[in-house]
């Protein structure tokens, strides 16, 4: 039986019939009045909990041009965006980054994909969106992948990414609702393809 004030965190993450790696997260919080988010702000932690999740081996550097997920202390750029484009309209505001390189992405498919945070309104909550869309990674070579790659991918980038993901959503979560939040995870289809 669900809690009454249980959130729902709802869930994809496909390989998409090109070859691209798609996955979505979000949740519908409360709003609490002085603390409604933006989505500057919610990029922001995104790359604070990265950070911490990898022991502070990757770290995100932004500049005028873009930010890239480098690891540290080498600098090697393991993911490059260019400059974040910020976008709103009635309902609430985007940041998207589009993918321009590095060395997590295939050769030949470097200037695809985003990393877009999205806050909306919907039904008297905020939702907040993380999506990543339109990545090819180089752990899955060229497209399309073979079975063996792709289970590889799976039980590690696409793992890390989706714990990554949720653990995100949930530490919004309970800075929404508190400590005691109770939280349930909803796998959706938005997109088609082949779970990863």
């Not at 540290?72 to 974040?84: N, Q, V, Y």
């Not at 945070?117 to 399309?144: D, H, I, K, M, W």
Request: glycine share 8%; proline share 6%; net charge positive.
């Amino acid at each position: 039986m669900p809690f009454p004030n249980q959130i729902r965190i709802s869930c994809q993450q496909v390989l998409e019939e090109d070859g691209s790696f798609y996955s979505v997260q979000w949740a519908d919080l409360p709003k609490t009045p002085g603390k409604e988010l933006d989505c500057r702000e919610v990029a922001q932690r995104y790359y604070r909990l990265l950070r911490r999740a990898n022991l502070s081996l990757v770290r995100v550097a932004e500049s005028e041009t873009g930010a890239v997920f480098e690891l540290w202390p080498l600098g090697h750029a393991l993911l490059r965006f260019e400059k974040a484009v910020p976008d709103a309209d009635e309902k609430g505001d985007t940041v998207a980054l589009k993918i321009s390189g590095g060395s997590l992405v295939q050769s030949g498919y470097q200037n695809r994909g985003e990393l877009l945070f999205r806050v909306e309104e919907c039904a008297g909550r905020q939702r907040v969106t993380l999506q990543l869309s339109g990545f090819f990674p180089r752990l899955l070579g060229n497209p399309p992948p073979s079975p063996m790659r792709r289970r590889f991918y799976s039980l590690t980038m696409g793992a890390f990414h989706k714990f990554l993901s949720i653990r995100f959503i949930r530490s919004l979560v309970r800075d929404a609702m508190g400590q005691a939040a109770a939280w349930k995870l909803d796998r959706v289809v938005v997109r088609g393809g082949k779970d990863i």
